[in-house]
């Protein structure tokens, strides 16, 4: 048996080198992992613009400006964003100007039109004059080209789960094609002849396949694409049929379900051992999860997953995801931890780290770790209830209620209140 630690560096270390990459559509990107850096080919914004809707002009012309005594300004021309300025401000000129729209030639600053007032009169006398009330800094109110982005800059690395702000950047610089990683193929077959699909009618003695569903779901939640290899019986016979084709399934890495611990039909690892696996490890320090088997056959990544539904979701959480983000080139493997008070005790066996599904209540800028209830590994709203796992250390034997712990966060939100 060997440390949860162990077990995730042995199965990292196999992981080499990220898949090749491939192109794909902006709008294809979300969650996808870039392939190599982008350097911008522009600078953001690309042009001086204004930040206000108001008046460009020369500060200088404003100088000493008040509400007591505003300067007059010529109005010589209106600007809308989209277009460029015809005339050149001058001495005690102006150009009414939208947000977003080029800064004209001559000005250098941008009045808001809440500290200006058309004088009255003058345009029917023929020319448009303002008031401004203010004195005006150079450079106020203009957002300069490049203060967003300067050319050749590195804006996004390569191994960034691409977010949708990232792809309004690259919009924004006219990327239109990203290069990502390929998503890992990840094959999942259950086994058991107590399973059946969703699909079919329960009878005596049976229960559905959750598992893979449950597996399919966090796949596609790492980026990977669920390859469904169905359910193999507990025949040795059946069973490595089953894992023959699934390996012939363009399989990145491969998940089989079940089978894995000491009972009379625990017969996967002895299957994949007479396919040639080379057994990295089998049985791991951890509750739920003990019977987890890995290691490669040809090259392809093998998990052997306890059945239990929590034990294979765990596991599935704290050893395949990492791998499934790693063959994508990511670089940051884990989700946050964060530390929480414990309001319940509990013992636990020392030796074993424990992954204890939790509700994580938010307040005061502190979380708060209540039980989901029964900690048993077939009870699926275990996990279903939980907002995060509280990691309990190999070393202890208790916590005690009050005691800071480690919980790493399932979702993004849990019950916590508006700041
Ligand atoms: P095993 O690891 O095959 O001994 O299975 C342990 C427990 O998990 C048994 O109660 C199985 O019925 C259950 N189990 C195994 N595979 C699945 C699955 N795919 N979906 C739901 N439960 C499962
Ligand atoms: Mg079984």
């Not at 029964?374 to 209620?401: F, W």
Request: charged letters at 30%; a positive charge.
């Amino acid at each position: 048996m060997i440390k949860v630690r162990k077990a995730l560096s042995i199965i990292l270390d196999s992981i080499r080198k990220p898949l090749p990459g491939e192109k794909v559509d902006l709008l294809d990107g979300p969650d996808r992992v870039l392939a190599c850096d982008i350097r911008a080919k522009c600078t953001l914004p690309p042009f001086d613009n204004s930040a206000m809707d108001g008046y460009a002009l020369r500060s200088h012309d404003t100088q000493g400006a008040s509400k007591d005594k505003p300067r007059v300004l010529k109005v010589i021309e209106d600007l809308r964003a989209g277009y460029i300025a015809k005339k050149i401000i001058k001495d005690n000129q102006a150009i009414r100007i939208m947000t977003g729209a080029s800064i004209p030639r001559g000005a250098d600053s941008v009045v808001m039109v809440e500290f200006t007032k058309k004088v009255p009169g003058a345009k029917e006398a023929g020319e448009e004059l303002i008031e401004v009330f203010k004195e005006v800094k150079m450079g106020e109110n203009v957002r300069k080209a490049g203060e967003d982005v300067k050319k050749g800059e590195k804006v996004l690395k390569k191994g960034t789960i691409l977010r949708p702000e990232d792809l309004g950047l690259l919009a924004a610089l006219g990327v239109s094609k990203i290069k990502v990683a390929r998503r890992p193929r990840v094959g999942i077959l259950a086994t058991g002849d107590e399973l059946i699909d969703v699909k079919e009618r329960l009878s005596r003695g049976k229960i559905r396949n959750s598992n893979s569903y449950i597996l399919s779901g966090q796949i596609i939640k790492s980026g990977g694409i669920p390859v469904d290899l169905g359910i193999a019986k507990d025949d040795r016979r059946k069973v490595r049929r089953d894992i023959e084709k699934g390996l012939k399934e363009d399989l990145d890495i491969l998940v089989v379900i079940g089978g894995i611990s000491v009972g009379d039909y625990d017969l996967v690892k002895d299957v994949l051992l007479e396919l040639g696996m080379d057994m990295r490890f089998w049985r791991v320090a951890m509750r739920p999860g003990k019977p987890l088997a890995f290691g490669t056959i040809d090259s392809i990544p093998v998990f052997g997953l306890p059945g239990n539904p929590v034990s294979s979701a765990i596991t599935f959480e704290e050893f395949v995801r990492p791998s499934i983000l790693k063959m994508q080139g990511v670089k940051n493997l884990f989700r946050p931890v964060v530390t929480a008070i414990l309001m319940e005790g509990f013992r636990k066996k020392k030796g074993l780290r424990y992954f204890i599904r939790v509700k994580l209540k938010n307040k005061a800028g502190k979380f708060y770790a209540v039980l989901t209830g029964p900690q048993g590994s077939g009870i699926i709203n275990s996990l279903v209830l939980a907002d995060g796992i509280l990691i309990a250390p190999e070393e202890v034997e208790e916590l005690k209620k009050g005691a800071m712990v480690s919980v790493r966060l399932l979702r993004h939100g849990c019950d916590g209140e508006a700041v």
